[in-house]
T-cell receptor
Framework: GIQVEQSPPDLILQEGANSTLRCNFS?????LQWFHQNPWGQLINLFY???GTKQNGRLSATTVATERYSLLYISSSQTTDSGVYFC????????????FGKGTKLTVNP | NAGVTQTPKFRVLKTGQSMTLLCAQD?????MYWYRQDPGMGLRLIHY???????AKGEVPDGYNVSRLKKQNFLLGLESAAPSQTSVYFC????????????FGPGTRLTVL
């Protein structure tokens, strides 16, 4: 099955710093999503981005489907950005299963 | 809209006991999913359903059963709980395959002693 790898596994930042999280996938996809799991365990949708670039406030994401990777950018990080960021993909060919990477744990210190 | 809800939020079981987790969505979504999350493992798919009356196995289905008798509800059953099933369980729904965002419930924390 498709493999989804996220890097780095852990990231520690000072408040105000910028960061880039990466998601590599091993096969063609027709759906890619980024989620944030906050310290209370809640999973929050960030982006649905099978290709192209989207921005939402301080966060933006870019997926280059032909090269099988996606990037999540966080600018001017805040302590509330802490948590785990997951990338998840649906493969082409009719599979309805969303496969998750293991996540990047982000800690933003004041 | 309440979105995706899960019942119960917490549960402690003894080995061998049975229980059912309920997932409900009020968004008229076709697809529903059950995942488990363990430390360092991300989310792994247990079972899923692409419509009322249908179910399919995911990545880690052993020890679990599911039913989708109504479009809005997706039940996850543990017939004989084992300590290895201690985990956080998330339910999710999706309106159309491949074209939209998956929505998650708040999770159920299950401990099997």
């Amino acid at each position: 099955g498709i493999q989804v790898e996220q890097s780095p596994p852990d990231l520690i930042l000072q408040e105000g710093a910028n960061s880039t999280l990466r998601c590599n996938f091993s096969d063609s996809v027709n759906n890619l999503q980024w989620f944030h799991q906050n310290p209370w365990g809640q999973l929050i949708n960030l982006f649905y981005i099978p290709s192209g670039t989207k921005q939402n406030g301080r966060l933006s994401a870019t997926t280059v489907a032909t090269e099988r990777y996606s990037l999540l950018y966080i600018s001017s990080s805040q302590t509330t950005d802490s948590g785990v960021y997951f990338c998840a993909v649906l493969t082409q060919g009719g599979s309805e299963k969303l496969v998750f990477g293991k996540g990047t744990k982000l800690t933003v210190n004041p | 809209n309440a979105g995706v809800t899960q019942t119960p939020k917490f549960r402690v079981l003894k080995t061998g006991q049975s229980m059912t987790l309920l997932c409900a969505q009020d968004m008229n979504h076709e697809y529903m999913y059950w995942y488990r999350q363990d430390p360092g493992m991300g989310l792994r798919l247990i079972h899923y359903s692409v419509g009322e009356g249908t179910t399919a196995k995911g990545e880690v289905p052993d020890g679990y059963n599911v039913s989708r008798l109504k479009k809005q509800n997706f039940l996850l059953g543990l017939e004989s709980a084992a300590p290895s099933q201690t985990s956080v369980y998330f339910c999710a729904s999706l309106p159309r395959q491949g074209t939209d965002t998956q929505y998650f419930g708040p999770g159920t924390r299950l401990t099997v002693l």
